[in-house]
């Protein structure tokens, strides 16, 4: 019984996949019949006349450390979205590492991940201004820089440590937000999965159950935010294993600059997995074309007893906002695994 379970389980992600896939390609072969001066770079293409539009993005980087150096193609995704009165949704389909060739010493090895992946599949209603419900597979809506997981949008290349191994990148199941609309925002959440993923590939945790809870205050341009919740993680080899999580953000912008900072820990029933994984970015705006960015980032694990640092210097130039020319350098406690970043990054 359980096989057949999973059977069908592993068919109706099939089925979604190649649903998804035949839609996107129907709409850009429609879209492609569209006049060109109906196009805006980074916005896709409408069908028709349609509340429909497909794009996408791609990126590639260029990383070295003392003693590896890698070139990738690290995204290529399709995108379709739009909206309808009440409803809107989101659908994402990405090739994660498509191609990748890495150098040691005198040696090189390429690999090419020709799979894809279902990263967004979701639908909104909107019941008015205050309530809106979200079904489907969506970024988990903990923090601020896990809202933004498109390279060319992010302030770097690299994101985080907070957003890699404290909570699940990407929930399949329900969310429901609650907004107040005062001299301030006030914005509340909950985050429901009680089943597998859409595409549990594509996930930094494979999980069947979420269970979060986000609060965020937004006054001007300062906000706080506050995330908790748990998540059954599926291993490979080991009993499943269920893991809690905490979050503080603060974002403050302006037209000069932004400040970002994230700290959380996560811990099983009987230790802390994760003691504390936190951030501090600074992001100076030169003009609208050039940004300077420094990041310090700290965290301690059960697997890292030590405490690991490191420190981010990045650059972003935007000849326009849809196409991003990244560089940075980071400096880890472990001086082999500093690194050269760059990558070329657009929307289309």
């Known amino acids: 019984m359980m096989i057949l ?14 649903i998804v ?4 390609s129907f709409f850009i072969v429609l879209s492609a019949q569209e006049k060109e001066d109906t196009y805006q770079l980074g916005q896709g293409l ?30 290529l995704a399709f995108q379709s979205y ?15 590492e498509l191609y990748v060739k890495t150098k040691v ?7 090419k991940d020709e799979h894809l992946y279902l990263e967004r599949f979701y639908m909104d209603y909107t019941f008015n201004e205050n309530y809106m419900i979200r079904v489907g597979k969506f970024n988990s809506p903990i923090g601020y820089w896990n809202l933004v997981p498109i390279n060319v949008l992010r302030d770097t290349s690299s994101h985080p440590i907070t957003s890699d191994i404290l909570f699940p990148q990407f929930t399949t199941g329900a969310l429901a937000t609650y907004t107040s609309y005062n001299t301030e925002e ?10 597998t993923d859409l595409d549990d590939d594509y996930n930094n945790y494979k999980i069947d159950k979420h269970y979060g809870i986000g609060l965020t205050y937004t006054q001007d341009n300062l906000s ?8 059954e993680k599926i291993p490979e080899y080991f009993a499943r294993e269920k893991l809690y999580y905490m979050l503080l953000a603060l974002e403050y912008d302006n037209d000069d600059f932004k400040i970002m900072s994230e700290i959380g820990s996560q811990k099983s029933n009987n230790e802390f997995t994760t003691d504390y994984a936190a951030y501090l970015q600074g992001l100076y705006r030169l003009n609208e074309k050039h940004n300077l960015i420094l990041r310090a980032e700290s965290f301690k694990t059960k697997l890292t007893p030590q405490a690991q640092h490191i420190g981010i210097l990045g650059y972003t130039y935007r000849p326009i906002y849809p196409v991003a020319i990244k560089a940075e350098y980071q400096l880890h406690s472990t ?4 690194e050269l970043l760059l990558s070329f990054s657009m929307m289309f």
């Open 5 to 18: 379970s999973q059977n069908l389980l592993l068919h109706g992600k099939n089925i979604v996949n190649k």
């Open 21 to 24: 896939i035949f839609l996107l």
């Open 46 to 75: 409408q069908v028709g006349s349609l509340p429909i539009y497909v794009g996408g993005y791609f990126s590639v980087e260029y990383a070295h450390t003392k003693d590896v150096t890698v070139y990738s193609v690290d995204d």
């Open 82 to 96: 739009g909206n309808y009165e009440k409803f809107s949704y989101m659908a994402e389909l990405e090739f994660k």
């Open 105 to 111: 010493g005198d040696r090189a090895f390429t690999h």
């Open 186 to 195: 006030i914005k509340v959440n909950v985050t429901l999965q009680n089943n």
């Open 224 to 231: 706080f935010k506050i995330n908790g919740g748990l998540f």
């Open 335 to 338: 001086s082999r695994d500093n």
